[in-house]
């Protein structure tokens, strides 16, 4: 699976932006998308998933501002976008989409986690 992220900027507080994570290779195998999210000198924070199902979860810290879709045409994972409102200068960070998935082969089942390249937001005050 290999993963591209895009959308990231520079934005004032309280503005909106819509971050989109284009999503090919073996889609079948992914069980739910997500978005993280790392600010300097913090840890990488889970903000966003969305399941093959279609089952959201936000942290508590975005809830009600931030909203994970995945593309409805075509109801599948190939492209999931986060749409980000009311953004505060604490949401600067870099963000990355990452997809969650298992492998079935006849030899082995196999757990993975492949990630998206960072996409910069910056919010200015």
């Known amino acids: 699976v290999q993963l591209q992220a895009f959308g990231g900027g520079l934005v004032q507080a309280g503005g909106s932006l819509r971050l989109s994570c284009a999503v090919s290779g073996r889609i079948s195998d992914i069980n739910a998308m997500e978005w993280y999210r790392q600010a300097p000198g913090k840890q990488r924070e889970l903000v966003a998933t969305i399941t093959r199902g279609g089952s959201t979860r936000y942290a508590d810290s975005v809830k009600g501002r931030f909203t994970i879709s995945r593309d409805s045409a075509k109801n599948t994972v190939s492209l999931v976008s986060l749409q980000i409102n009311s953004l505060k200068p604490e949401d600067t960070a870099v963000y990355y989409c990452?997809?969650?998935?298992?492998?079935?082969?006849?030899?082995?089942?196999?757990?993975?986690?492949?990630w998206g390249q960072g996409t910069q937001v910056t919010v200015s005050s």
């Open positions: 990452a997809a969650e998935g298992t492998t079935v082969t006849p030899a082995e089942t196999s757990a993975w986690r492949e």
